[in-house]
């Protein structure tokens, strides 16, 4: 990182506890402001990045920081932890959750004659709440405190399914809410195991002490199968496109990227910094079969569907499929490439490039929805005319979950890649070279019809320039990721942990 940055005499500031309180706050105020808080979308928006800019540079100059809340140390207390990869998904959190409050302000104000609405009202709570969620995962440094803020997003994402109150909404919202229950039952049980076992749930201090025993093994597995449910990670996917289908477009796009981002980050905690050791050849190929199939399974029924929001839904299942692959791919960067840690870094990339094209696609696809009345694929023909600025957002998401370079879907798929051919594992490169192509399929359907002419009668809604350059600024970022890969990179080797280099149980 440019010695610029680390030169700026910035104050060791707790911006990991300012990241978790200022949203929550704001979900506090949006309650009592009623019909007038969409008002807080543009200053929540300036905050929440300016917060996340802060903490990457005080990462940068101190390296990873670690805060007690009320001055007890673990294991008395709670301990936050600011690293690179949590400083990074602070970022992409902040990015994401400022186009989905900013776009989201023309439809979840008051109505046309000045009166609050109720999924206004419950809306702008519900999502400051899950932005709080996601920031509480992305800093927290015990299993407990990782366990409330999955919680939180649990009640919070479940309700922005259902906000339309449809049926099909409220029954994506119930199996969802069943899933993500199962998810949690599991999870907690794995953690009351290892707090049995050793006394305390704090992360580095269980990394010190979590021998590769029947307990921790029993534990492990319980968290990453609650985990898996919660992430919508094949085969525990079922519940994913019906509800990200159903949500309002903004919803959509906040599960999309970022709350389906939070379980794996956990089980990135879990894995490599808690129990590496634990981790067999086969355990290892076990998972990285599933992301395989996840891949494969996801992009085929992608191709299948009919309204351009199951697209992109069957899509994230699809594209979360490459993260387990982290999994037999860690370790296997090879001497002789001058990066190390390729796959647990390709993955993170992966992950990041994937939020913000993810959140572009989603609001893209929105804003077509308001212009034509719904999503269906069959009346999208021409719509790239009338929203140009949205087609083309859609268009430049579109080259990052393809892999194409110079994105950073690009850079991460490389990372893993490269990863795969240096360890020997080609079979991984395969999978990834198919679910490359599958993607490609599968978007080409909407973008050929969103660039041909239109034929059909009736008159397309507005939607105004700035809207559309919403999804627009999020599509250009994921590729902005790619171009400038450089300073993201050095950024997430700040606290990673030796296992991301050495590999699972070696």
């Known amino acids: 990182m440019p010695a610029t940055l680390a030169d700026l005499g910035m104050p060791?500031?707790?911006?990991?506890?300012?990241?978790?309180?200022l949203p929550l706050t704001a979900a506090l105020v949006a309650a009592l402001l009623g019909r007038h808080a969409h008002h807080l979308a543009v200053p929540m928006a300036l905050a929440g990045i300016a917060v996340a800019a802060l903490a990457i540079l005080d990462v940068v100059r101190h390296g990873v920081i670690e805060t007690t809340i009320g001055g007890w140390t673990p294991p008395l207390g709670i301990a936050l932890r600011l690293d690179g990869l949590g400083s990074a998904f602070l970022a992409v959190i902040a990015l994401v959750g400022a186009g989905v409050t900013l776009f989201a302000r023309a439809g979840f104000g008051p109505d046309a004659e000045g009166r609050e609405t109720r999924r206004g009202y419950a809306f702008w709570p519900l999502v400051f709440c899950t932005i709080g969620g996601l920031a509480a995962i992305a800093v927290a440094g015990d299993l407990f405190n990782l366990y409330v803020g999955l919680e939180l997003l649990t009640v919070t994402a479940v309700a922005l399914v259902?906000?339309?109150g449809k049926p099909a909404a409220l029954a994506a919202a119930m199996r969802y809410l069943l899933f993500a229950l199962l998810g949690s039952l599991l999870y907690l049980l794995g953690a009351a195991i290892l707090y049995v076992a050793h006394g305390t749930l704090d992360i580095r201090l269980l990394s010190r002490s979590?021998?590769?025993e029947t307990a921790t093994l029993a534990a492990v597995v319980l968290m990453t199968a609650g985990l898996m449910a919660k992430a919508a990670l094949f085969p525990l996917h079922g519940w994913l496109p019906p509800a990200h289908g159903s949500a309002p477009a903004p919803a959509?796009?906040?599960?999309?990227?970022l709350v389906v981002k939070a379980p794996f980050i956990i089980m990135l905690r879990l894995w490599f910094e808690v129990a590496p050791e634990i981790a067999t050849s086969v355990v290892a190929q076990g998972l990285g079969a599933l992301g395989a199939a996840g891949i494969l399974v996801g992009?085929?029924?992608?191709?299948?569907?009919?309204?351009?929001?199951?697209?992109?839904?069957?899509s994230t299942v699809a594209q979360l499929g490459y993260l387990m692959l982290v999994f037999p791919l860690a370790g296997g960067s090879g001497e002789q490439q001058p990066w190390s840690a390729g796959a647990w870094t390709g993955v993170v990339f992966h992950a990041l490039s994937h939020a913000l094209a993810k959140g572009a696609m989603f609001i893209a696809a929105g804003a077509m929805a308001e212009a034509i009345g719904d999503d269906r694929m069959d009346r999208l023909d021409g719509v790239g005319q009338h929203l140009p600025i949205a087609a083309f957002a859609f268009g430049l998401a579109a080259v990052?979950?393809?892999?194409?370079?110079?994105?950073?879907?690009?850079?991460?798929?490389y990372l893993l890649l490269t990863s795969a051919f240096a360890s020997g594992q080609w079979w991984w490169a395969v999978v990834m070279i198919g679910g490359g192509l599958l993607a490609a399929g599968y978007l080409f359907r909407p973008l050929s019809r969103l660039l041909a002419k239109r034929e059909q009668p009736g008159a397309l809604l507005a939607v105004t320039r700035w809207r559309q350059a919403i999804a627009l600024g999020l599509a250009m970022l994921s590729v902005l990721l790619g171009l400038l890969s450089l300073g993201p990179y050095e950024l997430l080797q700040i606290g990673r942990p030796g296992s991301a280099v050495e590999g699972l149980s070696s």
Request: proline fraction near 8%; aromatic fraction near 6%; charged fraction near 10%.
């Open 400 to 413: 990052s979950l393809m892999g194409l370079p110079p994105s950073g879907g690009f850079t991460g798929k």
């Open 12 to 21: 060791l500031v707790p911006w990991a506890a300012v990241s978790v309180v």
């Open 162 to 164: 259902a906000l339309d």
């Open 299 to 314: 992009s085929l029924l992608a191709l299948r569907q009919h309204r351009l929001k199951l697209v992109i839904a069957y």
């Open 210 to 212: 979590a021998d590769p």
């Open 252 to 257: 959509s796009a906040l599960l999309s990227a």
